[in-house]
């Protein structure tokens, strides 16, 4: 079952979603394979430092985090990653990592990598290590208003 918090969001928004079930899996690349969607396609969530403050950086599963491009792109003077211990207790609904991309439920800003914007669709995780959400790219820019910046490079 997708997170509740999640869910009760887009129910109310009256937003289209499909959830997508798969297998156990823990990493990006893992989750893409189980569940038969591309890597350029689904979203993973990294959590990310601005000068202190907690973020989510969205980006394809295929890529990573270019910290000195994020840097550059928000006009920071710190950008880091975040590790799991300073952010697991923000996610009280999600298993650790796979907390899905709408940072304004949780209080943080939302930045989307720019290839993200290109999809008509979005898939990312649902709160756990077995449930995707795909709905368009449109309603998640709608209602999470992501900043979009160009920080992802391929692995």
Not at 30 to 56: C, F, N, P, Q, Y
Not at 72 to 82: D, F, G
């Amino acid at each position: 079952m997708p997170v509740q918090k999640l869910r009760k969001f887009l129910d109310e928004q009256g937003v289209s979603y499909q959830t997508l079930a798969h297998p156990p899996a823990f990493t990006a690349q893992e989750i893409a394979a189980a569940a038969h969607v591309s890597g350029k396609e689904l979203a993973k969530t990294v959590m990310v430092k601005i000068d202190g403050r907690m973020a989510m950086a969205v980006l394809p599963a295929s890529t990573k985090v270019d910290l000195d491009q994020f840097l550059e792109a928000t006009i920071a003077q710190r950008v880091e990653l975040a590790s799991e211990q300073e952010f697991e207790d923000r996610f009280p609904d999600c298993a650790v990592g796979a907390m899905p991309p709408f940072g304004n439920l949780y209080g943080m800003d939302v930045y989307v990598s720019g290839e993200l914007t290109d999809d008509e669709d979005i898939v990312f995780n649902a709160g756990s290590l077995t449930e995707l959400i795909r709905l368009s790219y449109r309603d998640f820019e709608r209602l999470v208003r992501p900043k979009v910046l160009s920080f992802a490079e391929a692995v």
